[in-house]
């Protein structure tokens, strides 16, 4: 296969589906042989970067196949840092299907998913956080994941990396400048010092391995667990939760059996509520797989919803001793409480009436974790930058720890394993496979 910045590559860019408009897009060396095969317009000095200009998309055999809107962009000035152009063309999937294959035959291959960013990657356009913010922000479905992966896109969490990048080459220039020289040409690494500098990069690392608690719930949500003894309304706390009527609810105690989720959002924030069999002792086999399924649903999930029913005087034994021994945080909530009068120490809330919601929705937001809570908007929300920059902290932890008692080799090595975790994440030291499975979670077109 020819390297992926030899290739010209053609995609639609819009989804599927009829619309007013529809994008098509190359990006490669054989722009112009490609354009001058394909496009028509009054005149051929229209075509400026930048000018969007009326012309025709003609197949090879010289018939038209739609009046389109064409925008250049050369080389270095566009997203992928090469020559691309830009069919906006009537959003009808068999036009763009035409398009495509015209533009094909005339020499351009089809794009992989990801490889306009891929290219953007490669020409230097993006680091590869910044890349990844491009599929963030795609994907970004509340004001917190849009705000997140704008932020990122901007470059403010990849300048952080490069600043915790560019403290440990300098330390590593002066461990390796050691190894180099003698003990009679350069006095001995002064360690206190060393040490006082892995500390302060151990202080950034830490504030961006402290965002993620709040990032991975921007990127992956804020999973809740409805759980409590059975028939106490948590399938209808999951309606009036998501307004609709996603789930049965039913007088005859436990009806619900399987997990049910559905992704809601409150106050920006992506929230996953799971709906889940009231737990019991119970001689039905099939309730009780779903009981245990509560069960692990409660022990996987951020955060537990305890439903009581107002109008049940005890709770059974073995709801009870499930709960006691969760260590889940949890918000109490007494339901019915248009029926029944609740404890004074939960919230007391009614499904049927909506009494409560707000403070339930109030109470939710406050236990999320806070993504930037140092201000500064630096909020690491990748899994994938996650797991490199506990790399990263685990080299420097254990020199931190070590380094009376390393030689200068050692430190270097140290300060080497550190570098390959931030490197990772910025791209600077990333394997190809681990490349391409970034890329490969792209839509095509982008
Ligand atoms: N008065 C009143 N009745 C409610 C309220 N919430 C639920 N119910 C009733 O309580 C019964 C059980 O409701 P569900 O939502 O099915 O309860 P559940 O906890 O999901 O029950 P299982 O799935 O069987 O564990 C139904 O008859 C509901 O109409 C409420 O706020 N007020
Ligand atoms: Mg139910």
Redesign the pocket.
Known sequence: MKSINNRTIAAIATPKGAGAIAVVRISGEARDAILGKTFKTAKASLIKPRRPVLGSVIDKDGTILDNVILTTFDAPNSYTGENTAEFSCHGSPYITGRILETLLSAGAETALPGEFTQKAFLNGKLDLVQAEAVSALIASDTEKARHAALQQLSGGLSAKYNEIRQKLIELLATAETQIDFSEEELPPLNKTAFKKSIDIILTETAKLTKSYKGGRIISEGFRIA?I????????????ALCNSER???????????DLIEETISIDGYRITII????IRETDNRIESIGIDRAKAAASESDLILN?I???QTSTSAAYYSFISNCTTPSINVC??????DSPATVLP?????G?GFDALKKAIVAAIPEADSDGEHAIMTSARQNEALRKTETALKELSDKIEQCGEEVIAQYLREALAGIGEITGHTTDDDILNHIFSNFCIGK
């Open positions: 409805l409590g003894p059975p028939n106490a309304g948590k399938s209808s706390i999951f309606n789930v049965i609810v039913d007088e005859h105690p436990g009806t619900t059996r709906d889940t069999a009231g439903i029913d107002a109008t339901n019915k409480c248009d029926i029944a809330i009614s499904a049927h009436t009494k």
